[in-house]
């Protein structure tokens, strides 16, 4: 797929280093070039860092020049808060190798570069006008991907055998699922995992609903387990085409509100909208037959400390949702 580059040389370069990293590319309008181009410093584009941007974060990229400050900075990552018209947003730098967030600009470099800069939270920084600007570090988009994965159908029929081996996986050989826990989570019958397992026995969105509650901003982090959670039910309900996906993200996320970080918040409202991670897309695309499932599952379980578990739990509830709720047996 073709890839746009903001500059008026390089594109081949680009688009080298884009197929070498594995990023899915899409074209943006030529008229968002342009606009680019006008609003950009010649100077500071010239000599800027290339990425693969998701069409999540394009108009925050695309849009005016914002201050913004660093909420928190690693070596495979450095998200940033902005300021916009309805609160704040959160963009995140990311190396080659991190989790793909429906939020970053991949750079093509792996972390153990070191290419990313070690900021305090609170620094400033800048975003729009086409680029990234954090300490030393200008970052520009040089090409385009598409969080939202591209799936056969608005309700497209998973591989049986496909479920199963997730769950397996998930939960493990012969445990039951009442067993799985979540590290910052209360384990137990009455947890509010065991509520939201009761919740799909019941085929009850409502019941999951006010689950949530009880685990929006739980667990420590970044992006706290409960959220995870969510976020992976929400994007699951919306991206299998449940047809009250939409009321049930917009009541997750009007929880999220002072109950849990900005990074996770922000997470949530992509989430609600079925823009997810490459590794979360990823098992969806397994799960249809379009890639191989078994190394997807090994990809999304691997992603941090809890969230890959956290968000593979919320995928499998979601299509235990659709499988009771929608589908004729």
């Known amino acids: 797929m073709r890839t746009i580059d903001h500059t008026t040389g390089g594109a081949g370069t680009d688009r080298g280093r884009a197929a070498r990293a594995g990023v899915p590319l899409i074209p943006l309008p030529r008229a968002s070039v342009q606009e680019t181009l006008r609003t950009a410093s010649p100077a500071r584009t010239a000599s800027a860092v290339p990425s693969s941007a998701s069409t999540g974060v394009a108009d925050l990229l695309r849009g005016p020049v914002r201050p913004a400050r660093v909420l928190m900075s690693a070596p495979a990552a450095v998200y940033l808060q902005v300021p916009t018209d309805r609160g704040s947003d ?23 570069g070191r290419p990313l800069v070690s900021l305090p939270s609170g620094a400033p920084a800048e975003v729009g006008g086409g680029r990234i600007v954090v300490g030393d570090l200008v970052v520009r988009a040089a090409a385009w991907w598409d969080p939202r994965p591209r799936l056969p ?57 006010r689950t949530a509650a009880r685990l929006v901003g739980l667990g420590p982090g970044l992006t706290p387990a409960g959220d995870d959670v969510m976020a992976g039910t ?41 823009r997810v991670s490459g590794e979360y897309a990823a098992v969806l695309q397994g799960l249809v037959g379009e890639r191989p499932l078994g190394p997807a599952i090994e990809g999304l379980l691997a992603t941090g400390s809890t969230s890959g578990r956290a968000m593979a739990l919320g995928l499998c509830t979601a299509i235990d949702l659709v499988d009771r709720t929608t589908r004729v047996r």
């Open 234 to 274: 929400m994007a699951g309900l919306v991206l299998l085409g449940h047809p009250a996906a939409e009321r049930f993200a917009a009541g997750v996320y009007s929880l999220a509100a002072g109950r849990t970080t900005e990074l996770s918040r922000a997470l949530l409202r992509h989430a609600a909208a079925g």
């Open 153 to 209: 159908s608005p309700r497209p029929a998973l591989l049986p055998e496909g479920v199963r081996q997730l769950r397996t996986t998930l939960y493990g050989e012969g445990v039951p699922h009442s067993a799985f826990t979540l590290p910052g989570l209360p384990a137990g019958p009455g947890g509010p995992l065991a509520a939201l397992r009761g919740a799909v026995r019941r085929a009850d969105l409502d019941a999951a609903l």
């Open 90 to 112: 959160v963009v995140g730098v990311l190396t080659s190798d991190a989790a793909r967030l429906p939020l970053g600009c991949v750079l093509f470099r792996p972390s153990n």
